[in-house]
């Protein structure tokens, strides 16, 4: 590995760092947990697909994938924070 490289993965991994952290943050606020509340329940994360008809399909699948990368993230970063989310959105009657 050459010197620019090592540097070029050295710099990538602190800009994931960096990301992780602020995810972190943001499952940690209350208004951050709020808008990824309303976020997941928009793309679908908590209900099936199918119900809206099959020419919606493609388009709600889609918003589904990002929603279940968002969980994902949340889940790598801070499991906690992400099932006070989860119970503040039941709490809160988001279905």
Known sequence: MTPYQRKQEQHEQ?????????????????D???VLRAL????G????????????LPILEGR????LSIQALCLAVD?????RLLSELIGNGYD
Not at 15 to 22: H, M, N, P, T, V
Not at 40 to 43: A, I, R, T
Not at 45 to 56: A, V
């Open 64 to 67: 589904r994938q990002i929603a």
């Open 40 to 43: 997941l329940d928009y793309c």
């Open 14 to 30: 602190q800009k994931q760092q960096q990301r992780q952290e602020a995810h972190r943050r943001t499952l940690n606020d209350p």
């Open 79 to 83: 499991p906690a924070a992400y099932q």
């Open 45 to 56: 994360l908590f209900r099936s697909s199918l119900d809206l008809g099959m020419e919606q």
């Open 32 to 34: 951050g947990r709020m």
